[in-house]
């Protein structure tokens, strides 16, 4: 089998729920002695706030290519046999899954340290969006590990798993770059509130991008 064969990449769209069990069977074979899993579920309170929902937003294809690309970088790093990766899109209820994901190996650390990479480059660097819906108003969240990349590393990222013998950058001086760009494995990730802002702007003078 080629790698494109042993990977599984979904984006589903709305009021699709994702079949954690399509998944897991996905990556199960016979000389694999494990398979490692990660749900991320919508929980029902942040910040103090009641969570009524989240909703996500992606420009598809390009997450597609950069999901592609972390997975590669997963397997040059780890001796993985599969890999599944499933993210909903649309509003996703408290309790409900928004991501899944599953690799498998013969040995269990391989498939451990893999779906952690995994989910902690999704979260940093694929361009989907997550609003959270509460109880009294509603919110675009930019994830906690973009936050942190682009606070440790800057501009001079250079992707790659994060115990790899790859060299790292190292955070530049200085006070905290604000770009609301952020250079990943696969490009740019930018807000997609700004990006609406953007577009607006561009309608009213007549630029179509």
Request: aromatic letters at 8%; glycine letters at 6%; hydrophobic letters at 35%.
């Amino acid at each position: 089998m080629s790698e494109e064969d042993k990977t599984l990449i979904e984006i589903l769209e709305e009021n699709n729920p994702i079949d954690i069990i399509k998944y897991i069977n996905f990556v199960r074979a016979p000389k694999c002695g494990a398979i490692a899993t990660f749900s991320g579920t919508t929980r029902d309170t942040f910040d103090g706030k009641a969570v009524v929902e989240l909703r996500y937003e992606a420009y598809v294809p390009m997450a597609i290519r950069c999901i592609k690309s972390i997975c590669t970088s997963a397997r040059e790093t780890w001796n993985l046999n599969l890999i599944a990766v499933a993210h909903c899109l649309g509003p996703v209820p408290v309790g409900g899954t928004s991501v899944f994901i599953a690799t498998s190996s013969v040995h269990r650390v391989d498939a451990l340290d893999a779906c952690q990479y995994l989910i902690d480059e999704l979260k940093a660097t694929v361009p989907i969006w997550k609003k959270e819906v509460y109880a009294n108003g509603e919110v675009w969240k930019e994830n906690s590990e973009f936050l942190e990349r682009r606070t440790e590393i800057g501009e001079n990222f250079q992707p790659g798993p994060f115990n790899s013998s790859r060299p790292r950058a190292s955070p530049k001086p200085g006070p905290l770059n604000r770009s609301s760009e952020k250079k990943g494995c696969c490009g740019n990730k930018v807000r997609v509130d700004e990006e609406r802002s953007n577009k607006k702007n561009d309608d009213n003078t007549g630029i179509h991008q």
